[in-house]
């Protein structure tokens, strides 16, 4: 579809991928709503782009990928993911090396995996951020406090978010370890008994509440670092 208002932008990525695999594109363009809706009809068919080759209809993007093997075939593919979850922590721990190295002149000290646990917390909350209402839904599935006390699922995102801020300043310690101590420790009996103990399989809202991440190592282990961090910034304050 190329509409004056519309691009389809499966469309350009049909075309460009098929190119990169060395096809010779044949593009044709439907400009109206009508020319659609009469292709659709056509081909018996209620989406497009439609990519045929050699005269036989291949599908939509989606199909196209399967067909050059990029995905397995629908029946195969799976509804979790931990894609999310690895670019999350895999971005904060290079930002954490990197601010490291700026600070110190070496990337590997021990502030980089305070850095790496605080701007953790951060991001993961910004996810939770972009939807409250429906990272509380998913949430309330699971975390034993928010069961009871249902404003906990709204007031966790900015709870996780001012807690990793101030660690990662290394400010109001005071504060910040008690909350990352409740927090995280609810979080983690919360996640063990859903999964471990209960057998529950439910999706995980630690990053957001329209991930697909499976409720269970992940999310446990985001409560756990934020406990450990709470106890470990709670030293330093008695310690100094």
Request: net charge negative; with cysteine.
């Amino acid at each position: 579809m190329v509409m004056p208002e519309h691009t389809c932008p499966f469309g350009l990525k049909s075309k460009d991928l098929l190119e990169r695999a060395g096809y010779e594109v044949e593009d044709h363009h439907l400009k109206t709503r009508d020319e659609t809706d009469a292709f659709m009809e056509k081909h018996g068919v209620e989406t497009t782009p439609q990519t045929f080759i050699a005269g036989d209809r291949i599908g939509g993007y989606d199909d196209l990928r399967v067909f050059f093997h990029k995905d397995p075939p629908k029946e195969e593919q799976s509804d979790t993911s931990y894609q999310p979850v690895i670019a999350i922590f895999a971005c904060t721990a290079l930002l954490a090396l990197g601010l490291s190295l700026h600070q110190y002149g070496t990337p590997f000290t021990l502030r980089a995996f305070e850095w790496f646990i605080s701007l953790s917390m951060v991001v993961l909350a910004i996810q939770k951020l972009q939807d409250v209402e429906q990272f509380s839904t998913m949430f309330l599935n699971y975390d034993l406090l928010a069961k009871r006390w249902v404003r906990y699922g709204y007031v966790y995102p900015f709870l996780e978010a001012g807690t990793g801020i101030l660690m990662t300043a290394g400010a109001l310690l005071w504060l910040a370890s008690p909350v990352a101590i409740l927090i995280g420790g609810i979080g983690a009996v919360s996640v063990f008994k859903a999964v471990y103990i209960d057998r529950r399989e439910l999706k995980c809202a630690c990053v957001g509440g329209s991930s697909n991440v499976p409720l269970g190592f992940v999310s446990l282990t985001e409560s756990v670092m934020m406990l450990a961090m709470g106890l470990w910034m709670g030293l330093k304050v008695l310690a100094f």
